[in-house]
């Protein structure tokens, strides 16, 4: 049997993409992921996950990933639709790679706090027949997720090293992080509009545009 895991990385961040991978692999190969010690990205660091991306990679060629740029959350976010709008993006999304990698079962990291209605949301974009499990820390259950967890920080960090190139030292991209909304702030001080690289309908972004960045601001 062909098992697949999808998981993201960068739901939270106000600056840079949404990454969503998928990992394949033949059932009996999961011992080795095992064996790799493969956990949620999260809780290994930037070197360990560049080390081990390689052997999870040599295990099982069948992965894909795919970025979502701030401008496509933006538009889905900001769009008519009422509810649950970065979640059915992700599911959208999700449904993309389960179509590419075509597994016989697929376990999915549920961004919805309704497991069963993530599942849905990804069951009506979808044209092949595949068994999902939708579950909460999905990332931290089932190796296959882990591995796909892996891959998706691995391409959001070097997305992440290439715009501060660009754009300079933003930190990490997430609000929690003081350089993040410092920048901000500075840039939207010294120009009009946010880079392209800024999510701009995230509502922090929105009120520190609104507040042009001089006025100490409080971010929730």
């Known amino acids: 049997m062909l098992i697949a895991g999808v998981d993201e990385a960068g739901r939270g961040c106000v600056i840079g993409p949404l990454v969503i991978s998928g990992y394949l692999i033949e059932e009996k190969k999961l011992p080795l992921l095992l064996e790799l010690g493969v956990k949620d990205s999260k809780k290994l660091s930037a070197k360990k996950r560049e080390s081990i991306i ?26 008519k639709r009422k509810l649950h709008k970065l979640n059915r993006l992700e599911a959208k999304t999700m449904a993309q790679i389960i179509e590419k990698l075509k597994p016989d079962k697929v376990f999915v990291d549920a961004a919805d706090v309704n497991e069963n209605r993530f599942k849905q949301h990804i069951q009506e974009y979808l044209t092949i027949k595949t068994q999902i499990v939708s579950k909460h820390k999905a990332d931290e259950i089932y190796p ?54 800024v999510r701009k309908s995230w509502k922090p972004a929105k009120r520190i545009k609104n507040e042009k960045g001089t006025k100490q601001i409080t971010l929730l």
């Open 54 to 79: 390689c052997a999870i990679k040599k295990i099982s060629e069948s992965f894909a990933t795919i970025n979502i740029a701030p401008s496509e959350i933006d538009k889905f976010v900001e769009s």
């Open 144 to 197: 296959v997720v882990s591995a796909a967890s892996i891959i998706a920080k691995v391409k959001r960090d070097n997305n992440i090293k290439i715009l501060r190139n660009k754009y300079g030292d933003f930190g990490s991209g997430y609000l929690s992080d003081k350089k993040t909304t410092s920048f901000l702030k500075h840039w939207i001080k010294n120009n009009k509009e946010y880079p392209d690289c």
